[in-house]
């Protein structure tokens, strides 16, 4: 089953313009990762935030975390055609000395050019 | 420094055929996971491994099996396919073991399809 919910699941945005996606999770964790997949292709690390983290910054990406509300956003701001993918939340869980990455269901955005 | 390597990239075969996945981490990541992408189920968790060990085991049936080497590099076997098997497969590797406390670095997968 998906720890991660992304929200929506797609989005389509003109060029420049900002785009945000949402995550919700059910269980605790220990991080939260963002990832990036083009079409067919392998996922890329976008970022990761930590659980004693609220916001964290990297180039045109910003992440939030909200550990009561058990959700995350990412928001890409200054959209570009190449931002085209889709993204994936993916929390840790530790369980014993194992721990898992689980992935959202992802969200398709699409950039106009 | 190269990527992870995963062959092959594409391959077909028929119901009841097995298949073997390979995967080649980064040097000197100890730690392969395995991960099915299909369009239904999303990105599942199918194994990882580190220094030869399986420390971490999806919910797939036992026709899904995998190992490492002493090189870290791994293989994934599917035995009996199911036309649900078609998928991509995706390998990551990373530093430590359970990793996740840092990033993953992907494949480009296996795009097994099951006639």
């Known amino acids: 089953s998906q720890q991660g919910e992304e929200d929506p699941q797609a989005l389509s945005i003109q060029e420049g313009e900002n785009a945000t996606m949402n995550c919700s999770y059910k269980t605790s964790i220990n991080n939260l990762q963002w990832y990036r997949q083009n079409s067919g292709r392998g996922l890329v690390h976008l970022i990761l935030i930590r659980s004693n983290e609220r916001e964290k910054h990297s180039g045109r990406l910003r992440v939030t975390l909200d550990t009561s509300k058990k959700s995350s956003s990412l928001l890409i701001t200054a959209s570009r055609a190449a931002d085209t993918a889709s993204y994936f939340c993916a929390t840790v869980i530790s369980s014993g000395s194992a721990r898992q990455l689980t992935f959202g269901s992802g969200t398709q955005l699409t950039v106009l050019p | 420094k190269a990527g992870v390597t995963q062959t092959p990239r594409y391959l077909i075969k028929t119901r009841g055929q097995q298949v073997t996945l390979s995967c080649s981490p980064i040097?000197?990541?100890?730690?392969v996971s395995w991960y099915q992408q299909t369009p239904g189920q999303g990105l599942q968790f199918l194994f990882e491994?580190?220094?030869?060990?399986?420390?971490n085991k999806g919910n797939f049936p036992g026709r899904f099996s995998g190992r490492q080497f002493s090189n870290s590099r791994s293989e994934m076997n599917v035995s009996t396919l199911e036309l649900g098997d078609s998928a991509l497969y995706l390998c990551?590797?990373?530093?430590?073991?359970?990793?996740?406390?840092?990033?993953?670095?992907f494949g480009e997968g296996s795009r097994l399809t099951v006639l």
């Open positions: 040097s000197g990541h100890r730690s």
């Open positions: 990551a590797s990373s530093w430590t073991s359970g990793s996740p406390a840092g990033e993953l670095f």
């Open positions: 491994y580190f220094s030869e060990t399986q420390r």
